[in-house]
């Protein structure tokens, strides 16, 4: 065979391959957004994978702010629970020192114990199961390019489609933000949505009362603070609960959100950002076994 024909057949299959892989893989031009907020995890052999009774042991965790907002000092709060009695040397709670940077890609570490000990006699083999718990405050923030207009045929900007964009990293999202003509009013809807593994609350919750499970801090949850920027007024409601969030600003709900405005006889593409603040609650756990001396 010639080369020239070895060649040329190399090439004819290359290009199928990528046409190929083209049209089952479609290319996007949107990123998506990244959803973790602050991540623990428990270090490795620390706890390990079994102890004995009496015999002393550390607990370490890791973690890592991995979303776009900065957590000050001083205001995470990470519980240990499901030790119980039995074990000495164990702090149950902790704060971080230090602010944690957004989008870390390195992690701090919490001390809970460095001589953990689990003290009651055993007969058998018992498993205890750790939980790790993170609350903390958080926020983020959507930007949308809005057509204003009083015509479904504007000439500045399109008025159907997606208009998100840029959305900061977090738990919690904007998503899904369109707007649409209905009779004399320019129609905007939202939605807030939850992304993560945890629970979202409002952020003036006490997560040292959460942790008792007391009853005002968790009706508090499933909600988050709103505020709307931009250059018109909207008149926003939340359409689970009925209500107006004054001045573009309040309580919401996670869900949709429905946003309205008087038609204009200008034409114009506007900007707008949405902004939410909340507390996050998050979890992970460990068994532990426990044998007997």
Not at 235 to 260: D, F, H, R, T, Y
């Amino acid at each position: 065979m010639k080369i020239s024909t070895i060649i040329f057949s190399v090439i004819l299959v290359s290009s199928l391959v990528i046409l190929s892989g083209a049209a089952q893989c479609p290319q996007s031009n949107q990123t998506a957004t990244n959803t973790a907020g602050l991540e623990t995890s428990f270090v490795k052999d620390a706890p390990p994978v079994s102890v004995v009774v009496g015999n002393e042991f550390p607990i370490y965790a890791d973690i890592l702010n991995k979303g776009g907002e900065f957590i000050n000092a001083g205001t995470a709060k990470f519980y240990l629970g499901g030790l119980g009695p039995n074990f000495e040397g164990v702090k149950l709670t902790l704060t971080n020192d230090k602010t944690l940077a957004k989008e870390s890609v390195f992690a701090d570490q919490l001390t809970f114990a460095e001589k953990a000990k689990y003290t009651f006699p055993l007969q058998e083999m018992t498993v205890v199961p750790i939980i790790l718990t993170s609350c903390y405050s958080y926020g983020g923030r959507a930007q949308a390019t809005l057509c204003i207009t009083g015509s479904n045929e504007s000439k500045v900007c399109q008025l159907s489609g997606e208009k998100l964009t840029a959305s900061t990293a977090g738990p919690m999202q904007i998503a899904n933000i369109n707007e649409q003509l209905l009779k004399d009013k320019l129609v905007l809807t939202f939605d807030i949505t939850n992304e993560g593994t945890g629970e979202v609350f409002l952020p003036d919750t006490d997560c040292d009362k959460l942790e008792t499970h007391d009853f005002t801090e968790t009706s508090k949850q499933g909600k988050v603070n709103v505020k709307i920027t931009s250059r018109d007024n909207f008149n926003c409601k939340l359409i689970s609960a009925g209500s107006q969030i004054s001045g573009m600003e309040g309580i919401s709900p996670v869900g949709k959100v429905i946003c309205e405005n008087d038609i204009s006889n200008q034409d114009y593409s506007s900007p707008m950002t949405i902004e939410i603040q909340y507390k996050y609650r998050d979890s992970i756990s460990y068994n532990l076994n426990v044998i007997p001396a």
